[in-house]
């Protein structure tokens, strides 16, 4: 195939030999299959930041910190500068995350090197050797399901333990490999610790891995894990193998709203206090 022209500079330095062919092509990236040595791999080709939607990504950009208050500015406001700062942020959350779970055990495909908007990294296959499938074209069973669920819930441990968490995990980005189930796509990984929405970030990935599995297995639908999980994680008893049980004592009972709402109108009193005293 003729070779995109993102590529050529990897082809020029002998990062690659050849590109065989396309894998993917999405929204955030498109994926190339290269040649380098004897080995193949993917070549994962970032687009172009106007491509990308500023507000959509920026609750995955709390935490992460840039290099000075103008980029800062930037990245609020979302000026054509601020893009720029946002789509650097975006490329290297990925690299970053991959190093460090490859690291932690994290089953993630294994990175090689980043350079000029192109991720060269592992390309997962199946048992045949072809390109692994994504899990949710893959058939199931309950067995099966239950299996790759509890495996899948001993990743996301294991990312937790690193400090991260997915922010978009679902059968969709998950790769069913010959020895097991591969986690792929890492541009909004989450700092687990300086992110506000980390909590909801976590739950929501577990849910979906319920929500999925739960098609073939029922008894899943009932199960809690990702708010076990991060109630083990808030209190410092989370680490890798931990045993889940899938159920937590949630609260159901009622709140009390007019205490709340007392609460609310004497904090409202007191500043109106304050900023009188202040005047004054």
């Excluded at 045949?128 to 893959?138: H, Q, S, Y």
């Amino acid at each position: 195939m003729k070779t995109p022209k993102r590529l050529m500079p990897l082809l020029q330095e002998g990062l690659i030999d050849e590109v065989l062919g396309q894998l993917m092509s999405g929204k955030e990236a498109t994926v190339y299959t290269v040649r380098c040595g004897e080995s193949v791999r993917c070549a994962k080709v970032y687009k172009d930041v106007k491509q990308r939607s500023f507000r959509q990504a920026a609750s995955y950009l709390d935490g992460r910190k840039v290099k000075n208050s103008r980029e800062a500015r930037a990245l609020e406001k979302g000026t054509r500068y601020g893009r720029q700062v946002q789509e650097k942020l975006w490329q290297t959350a990925e690299v970053d995350a991959l190093f460090l779970l490859a690291n932690a055990g994290v089953r993630v495909p294994q990175p090689y090197i980043c350079t000029d908007g192109v991720l060269l990294m592992e390309l997962v296959t199946d048992e045949a050797g072809d390109v692994a499938p994504r899990l949710g074209d893959a058939p199931m069973t309950e067995t099966l399901a239950l299996d790759l669920h509890a495996r899948l819930l001993d990743q996301v441990v294991r990312m937790l333990c690193a400090g991260l968490i997915h922010g978009d995990l679902s059968e969709y980005n998950i790769l069913l490999a010959a020895d097991g189930p591969v986690i792929i796509d890492l541009p909004q990984a989450v700092n687990a610790a300086g992110n506000l929405e980390a909590r909801a970030m976590l739950e929501r990935d577990v849910d979906n891995l319920k929500i999925f599995f739960g098609q073939t297995a029922p008894p899943l639908l009932t199960t809690h894990y990702g708010k076990e999980i991060w109630e083990l994680f808030e209190r410092g008893g989370l680490h890798v193998g931990v045993a889940l049980t899938g159920h937590v004592e949630i609260d159901t009972s009622p709140v009390a709203l007019d205490a709340l709402l007392d609460d609310i109108e004497d904090a409202r009193l007191e500043m109106e206090a304050a900023l009188t005293r202040s005047v004054d």
